[in-house]
């Protein structure tokens, strides 16, 4: 019987491509590990993102491959992932987290904040460690989303963000207690956005998702300008109105290149409860439409859905709450077609640097 | 984003000594812009009224050895940049960098690129 190599595995490994990627997974060092013995092969796979939306197809055609060098009697495959960071200088406190994400919109209302939350616990429930700052100064909703509220502790000069349902938060409303709001003007927004990613102890994150407030103003300014992001997500309504005002949120991203990693369009159509009948109460398609014309991709449509409402006010966002129902799944997919685009656009980012030279 | 061939993407940004700033671009080609120019060519609201786009800077103030103290990449987008006379508040998009290329390249290219986000 032929003696299988390294090379061998490699070989048939390199076969295998990562259609998001476009390159093989041997190539992209996805592959680690390789141990054989006699006809057993074992080796591992290390994804980009633990959301990845293909990895079943991965394994699969990779097992498929590696089964088809002779000799090979058993394979087996372990699935691991590391995100890798995107290229980025900034603050000593940002230096462990490894994807920085806002979520914007053009108008209030659409449920950016509900959609930011639930993307947030559906990245946590693949296993990754996340991060939300809701940095919306006109109405700070995250700590109602997630079901937790009052003060934030500070230990080391840093504020220690909170905790739940696997998610570390940040909120400007922390900043103002109960019904108070928060009259500020520039500075005062723009110090507070450095403050939160700055003085928040965030810790080691794969990914941090940046609740924006609607438009574009102060708190966007200051964030693209803080840290070099790596993308940004609009949620848009399917009416018109909705979307022409989300194409400026998008311009401004574009002016401060930043990668659009997709639209959302939220409430999308309604199920009716009773008969299951799909009615399109806004319209329907608006977003898509758009994200084709502009070559952005579209990452899904959420349904209204009266679940996602009562789950989010009790403080547990529905895709855990109600984990395995359609809006729930909904989610799920949106997250990981989300995070298989982060993981395209932090392989393509260059770094930019200025290099002192002597004259 | 980029308009026409040139392109507005650098590839690599040196600080030359206090003089010089030097800028590959994604197309191959380099410009090497004296200090003093960016310091002219400053559009922040000191030097430029914010409404009327009338220059509030004298340019011929700006000595021709006015030196670059510092800098600093902003965001994806844009460069920021400090110089000898004190003055740092200008933020240099990468468009307008490109525009005002001391070699000439950059005149034909449309306004219409203008980033206004500074």
Redesign the interface.
Known sequence: MPKITEPDVLKALSRVQDPDLKADIVSLGFVRDVRICDGAVAFEIRLTTPACPVKELLRKEAEESVRSIAGVETVSIKMTSEVRKAER?GAANLSGVRNIVAVGSGKGGVGKSTVAANLAVAFAMDGARVGLLDADIYGPSIPILMGRQGETAVRDNLIQPKTAHGVKFMSMGFFAQGDQPLIWRGPMAHRAVEQCLTDVAWGELDYLFVDLPPGTGDVH?TL??????SGAVIVSTPQDVGLTISMKTLR?M?????NILGIIENMSYHLCSHCGHREELFGHGGARAASGKLGIPFLGEIPLDPSIRIQSDAGVPVVLAAAGSPAAEVYRNIARALAAQISIATHLA?R???????? | ?TSGVHSSQ???????????LKILWEDGHESIYPFSHLRRSCRCAVCVDEFTGRPLLDGRGVPETLEGTG?????????SVSFGDGHATG?Y??EHLRRICPCGCGVDRAREGD???E
Do not use: N
């Open positions: 200088k300014l693209v300008q803080s840290v070099a992001l401004m574009q002016e401060t290149r930043v260059g930019l640097e200025v290099v002192e030279e002597p004259a | 984003m650098p590839r690599q940004i040196k600080k030359a000594g206090a003089r010089e800098v600093s990449v902003v965001g994806r987008y844009a460069l933020i998009s990468f980033s206004h986000v």
